[in-house]
């Protein structure tokens, strides 16, 4: 099991998985807030940039394409 | 770091980059090192396979994998190749008899990965394809998917997006997408074919024998569609799908053979997911980088390719879906020849008599995909004034039908449609189809294309000056921040 925080709220995850993965498998489908209203995984594969996080930090990263690491810290993005 | 540069008192073999690590990418790294060549192998992914072979070792369920043993062979030649993944390619160029190729090596969109530089004799092109889904009023509801992403989820991280899940398009794909999320706990409440019986008898039916191992693959995902009690309905698809904060429900209704909804046939299903896949698109930002000519038309355009899998630029090699949608193994074939001929090998040679045997068959049956599941003109209708289109800037299909009249450049600039961070990558086809149907010319959605977001930062520290500027003007492609930069338009 992997642990990670989501706008501070803790999330558990199976090893290995995506950011996505970890977030669809806790039940989530949306996490970023665009001008229609909250977007979650749309492609899954890297293309669309609908699932963007920050994460520890840094702006825009797919959440479908980045692994998730124990402690990662995952923050919402409110964008257009 | 500089890879593959041919060093004193090294030996002559040809060096051959390979763009992509599905099956053509593997196919033409094999074929490569059996013809000789050094072989440097990139891939964006955190692990080979493509989207074929998408997995994870832990997470996975291997029913969901198909000819595995294949792909283990495939790999496990590759210990004589220099092979990275993780590698997202931001420029590309092909010029004087050498290929460059430049990347960050890292985590997924991470800061500060390690730059990349590949040079080679000749590269191979196998970038594949990503699902090419219409839009329909309420698409980006959450819990909408592309059928891709619902197959990847399922394969990769072993997760359903939803609990009740209507799966959507066109194509035999959305088969095994509906056998993996029912695999995976999901229940599929329907498979809808955008296609009529007329249209794909008319594709499949004539001359049976030419579709050879695949008719046993259909049948084979039919009986797990009746053992899993999913129906099967032809003829019909998602035309809105419904709710406020995230789906709720559909709105299925009958197509008719132009797959405009025939009035009075529309239903509510309750859903909590839906995966749309009306077909494939290429990932031709790489090929059209390097120079090679695309052909095609509003059903798709390709990479051209002659006999040798060689594309119009020199020293550029093309292979799999971006040459034309036919699957796994039609890009297994042409990964082959692809590589054999970029190290150098001849169409003579013995060891190529059975892809192009298989290429030839797959191509026939490439023909049939299309015609048996190609995207008719009518879904348009299924739209509605004020649906998004462009998902990225929320362009609706009024605003793009309003300015259809303007070349595609000034259109794009007024409505910002295809401007995104996906860059016309999801929308492309969709705005073009409401172009010309509104009368305009839709003529180069994908030209001076975007390859690999990477950030300002990472181009800065790559330090070597000259390395960036002149060959990629990078360009910011979204407004989400300055710190994304992006690779490159050497032509128009």
């Known amino acids: ?80 | 770091m500089t890879v593959g540069g041919a060093g004193a008192g090294e030996s002559a073999a040809r060096r051959v980059a390979i763009l992509g690590g599905g099956p053509a990418g593997l196919a033409a790294a094999q074929a490569a090192l059996a013809a000789g060549a050094r072989v440097t192998l990139l891939d964006e992914g955190g692990r080979l396979g493509g989207q074929y072979w998408r997995h994870h070792e832990q997470l996975t369920d291997r029913r969901l994998q198909h000819g595995w043993a294949r792909f283990e062979r495939l790999r496990g030649v590759l210990d004589r190749a220099e092979v990275h993944t993780g590698a997202s390619v931001w420029s590309a160029e092909a010029s004087d008899g050498a290929v460059r190729l430049r990347a960050v090596v890292g985590p997924a969109d991470a800061a500060g990965r390690t730059a990349l530089e590949v040079e080679a004799d000749a590269v191979v092109v196998a970038t594949g394809a990503h699902d090419l889904a219409l839009p329909v009023p309420g698409w980006t509801l959450p819990g909408v998917t592309t059928a891709g992403a619902a197959q990847a989820l399922a394969k990769r991280d072993g997760v359903t997006v939803g609990r009740r899940t209507i799966v959507s398009g066109a194509g035999p794909f959305l088969l095994p997408v509906a056998q993996s999320l029912a695999i995976a706990g999901a229940e599929v409440v329907g498979v809808h074919e955008a296609s009529r019986l007329g249209g794909l008898a008319a594709g499949w039916l004539p001359r049976p024998w030419q579709l050879a191992g695949k008719a046993g693959e259909l049948v084979e995902y039919v009986g797990a569609l009746a053992r899993h009690r999913i129906p099967y309905r032809i003829g019909s698809g998602v035309v809105r799908v419904l709710g406020t904060d995230r789906v709720e429900g559909v709105v299925i209704a009958a197509l008719d053979a132009e797959w405009r909804p025939i009035p009075g046939t529309e239903r509510e299903i309750a859903c909590d997911s839906v995966a749309l896949g009306h077909g494939f698109t290429p990932r031709l930002e790489v090929a059209i980088s390097l120079g090679a000519a695309i052909e095609g038309d509003r059903r798709g355009r390709f990479v051209v390719v002659d006999d040798a899998q060689r594309t119009s630029a020199a020293g550029v090699y093309a292979a799999g879906e971006i040459t034309g949608i036919g699957g796994a193994d039609a890009a297994l074939a042409e990964g082959a020849v692809a590589g054999f001929m970029a190290a150098g090998g001849s169409l003579d040679d013995d060891r190529m008599r059975g892809p192009l045997a298989v290429r030839r068959r797959m191509r026939a049956f490439a023909a049939r995909l299309e015609r048996a599941h190609g995207i008719r003109p009518g879904w348009t209708s299924w739209l509605a004034d004020d649906t998004v289109v462009c998902r990225c800037e929320n362009v609706t299909r009024r605003t793009i039908a309003d300015r259809a009249d303007a070349p595609l450049r000034a259109m794009k600039l007024a409505t910002r449609a295809g401007l995104g961070a996906c860059q016309g990558r999801t929308c492309g086809r969709a705005v073009e189809a409401i172009v010309a149907e509104a009368g305009g010319a839709p003529e180069g959605f994908d030209r001076r294309p975007v390859l690999a977001p990477v950030r300002l930062g990472e181009v800065a520290a790559l330090g070597q000056g000259n390395g960036v500027g002149a060959a990629a003007a990078a360009i910011s492609i979204d407004d989400r921040a300055e710190s994304t930069v992006a690779a490159a338009e050497p032509r128009q």
Request: net charge negative.
């Open chain 1, 1 to 80: 099991m992997i642990r990670i925080t989501v706008d501070a709220e803790p999330l558990e995850g199976r090893d290995g998985q995506t950011i996505a993965g970890v977030l669809i498998g806790a039940g989530r489908t949306a996490w970023r807030t665009a001008h229609t209203g909250d977007r979650g995984v749309f492609c899954g594969i890297g293309v669309c940039h609908d699932c963007l996080v920050t994460v520890n930090g840094v702006e825009g990263v797919r959440a479908c394409q980045r692994e998730a690491v124990d402690g990662d810290r995952v923050e919402r993005e409110v964008r257009a």
